[in-house]
């Protein structure tokens, strides 16, 4: 991480002097914006699964989830939080978005840019299930740095999504057999979270 925020800096110095940046002072999300982020990378994380799961049979879905049995076995909840939920978002967002999607945004249009880099971040993971779902949220977490401005907005996003994922995973089958009316209203949380969240930004960046 440490090698490639430097070289994000150095980008970074390069497109001020280049023109390609008008101001030096980086965008910043306030508590509440993060926060909000945050939640929203829940919302897209647990959509996306669907989606996925969606189309499980086609992707060899079974396979997948006996190769993440095998990675998580004998793994505390909490150092699977820390290492998966804190630690490797950081890192992929810095290769991936901080590095890889703006650098093609510096050539590029922001489409052309967030669909060429989400297709470098769902083939990085290797297997059909997550190469799918890692290129959706790939693609969302390059939008929303684009439209917060703010380079850790993806960081949030993902940060929320890969946690979501480990935590809701162990909680799923309790949910499931004792208040599974639940989960439809965690749904609906989630999608209103991420439908005003998107409002949210697009206003934002409409108003400055």
């Not at 489409?111 to 890692?134: C, D, E, K, P, R």
């Not at 993806?154 to 946690?163: D, K, T």
């Not at 599974?180 to 749904?187: G, K, R, S």
Request: with cysteine; glycine share 8%; aromatic share 14%.
């Amino acid at each position: 991480m440490i090698p490639c925020t430097c070289l994000y800096r150095s980008d970074r110095r390069a497109r001020i002097s280049g023109g390609l940046l008008s101001e030096k002072r980086q965008k910043h999300l306030n508590f509440g914006e993060g926060i909000l982020i945050f939640c929203m990378g829940i919302g897209f994380s647990q959509f996306a699964n669907i989606l996925v799961g969606l189309f499980q049979n086609l992707l060899h879905y079974q396979q997948y989830q006996e190769t993440m049995d095998q990675i998580t076995l004998g793994k505390s909840l909490l150092t699977l939080i820390f290492w998966m939920g804190i630690i490797a978002p950081l890192a992929e967002e810095i290769v991936f978005r901080w590095l890889i999607y703006l650098r093609l945004r510096d050539y590029m249009k922001m489409g052309a840019a967030i669909v060429i880099s989400a297709a470098f971040f769902g083939i990085y993971h290797m297997n059909l299930v997550q190469a799918v779902y890692a290129g959706i949220l790939g693609a969302v977490f390059a939008y929303f740095l684009e439209l917060t401005g703010s380079i850790w907005a993806s960081v949030l996003l993902h940060m929320g999504s890969n946690i979501w994922s480990l935590v809701f995973t162990e909680a799923a089958p309790w949910l499931l057999e004792k208040y599974p009316a639940w989960i439809l209203v965690i749904y609906a949380v989630l999608l209103c979270t991420v439908i005003a969240g998107t409002a949210y930004f697009q206003r934002k960046q409409e108003h400055s």
